[in-house]
C-alpha cells in the first residue's frame, strides 16, 4: 500500500466487480443504438477504459476535461472547459462516465452544457457517489458505488495531480492535506 494511504477503501477485485455490473446495465440499456460515451477527464480514465473492455455493444467515445477544483480539496463552484468536446453532439444520444460525482457542480453544469450544445439525452454513469457532499441536485442514472465523505485518492482520484495510478481506492492520511 502506498506510504500516504491511511486504509484501502474499495479494493481492486471490488472495483473490477462494480465494473463489470455497470458494464452489463448499460450494454443492456443502450443495445441497438448509435450512442457517445463521453469521459470526463482526468479522474475517469481508469475507470472509462476498464468499463469500455467490459462492453459487448461498439459505441463511439470522446473526452472533455474540466476542473473546478484548483488543487484544493473544496469545489470552486467554477467550472473551466479546458478541453471541449470534439464533434457535433446534435440528436446525440450521451452517456457522461465520472469517477465520482461529490458537490454535483462538474455533472451539473455539463449535462447543461451538453444539451445546450444539441444532444438528444444526456445521462450519467459515475463510480462513486458522495451524497452527503452534494451542493447541486443532479439525477444520476448508473452509480458504482456510494461513499462516504472521506478524502480518498487512486483508480483515477487524485490530490494535487498525485496517487491517479493508485489500482485500488484508498483513504488519504489527514496529515498529507493537513
Ligand atoms: C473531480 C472529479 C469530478 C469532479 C467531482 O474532478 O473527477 O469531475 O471533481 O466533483 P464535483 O461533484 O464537486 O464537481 P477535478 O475537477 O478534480 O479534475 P480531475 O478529473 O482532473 O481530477
Same mark, same amino acid.
Given at each position: 500500500m502506498h506510504k500516504d494511504v491511511g486504509e484501502i477503501l474499495i479494493s481492486e477485485s471490488e472495483i473490477n466487480e462494480i465494473v463489470k455490473r455497470l458494464a452489463k446495465e448499460i450494454d443492456n440499456d443502450y443495445a441497438g443504438k448509435d450512442w457517445l460515451m463521453v469521459g470526463v477527464l482526468k479522474g475517469s480514465i481508469l475507470f472509462m477504459a476498464d468499463l469500455m473492455k467490459a462492453m459487448e455493444n461498439d459505441f463511439k467515445i470522446d473526452f472533455v476535461v474540466v476542473s473546478s477544483y484548483a488543487d484544493g %480539496?473544496?469545489?470552486?463552484g467554477r467550472v473551466n472547459v479546458l478541453k471541449d468536446i470534439s464533434q457535433s453532439i446534435e440528436g446525440k444520444d450521451l452517456l457522461i462516465v465520472e469517477d465520482i460525482i461529490d458537490s454535483g457542480n462538474t455533472l451539473h453544469f455539463l449535462v447543461k452544457y451538453f444539451y445546450a450544445k444539441g444532444a438528444a439525452s444526456v445521462k450519467i454513469v459515475t463510480?462513486?457517489?458522495?451524497?452527503?457532499?452534494?451542493?447541486v441536485d443532479v439525477p444520476v442514472e448508473y452509480v458504482g458505488k456510494v461513499i462516504p465523505d472521506a478524502f480518498i485518492v487512486g483508480y483515477g482520484l487524485d490530490y494535487a495531480e498525485k496517487y491517479? %495510478?493508485?489500482?485500488y481506492v484508498g483513504i488519504l492520511k489527514p496529515e498529507v492535506y493537513s
Open positions: %480539496t473544496e469545489s470552486t463510480l462513486f457517489d458522495k451524497p452527503d457532499r452534494r451542493r491517479r %495510478t493508485l489500482p
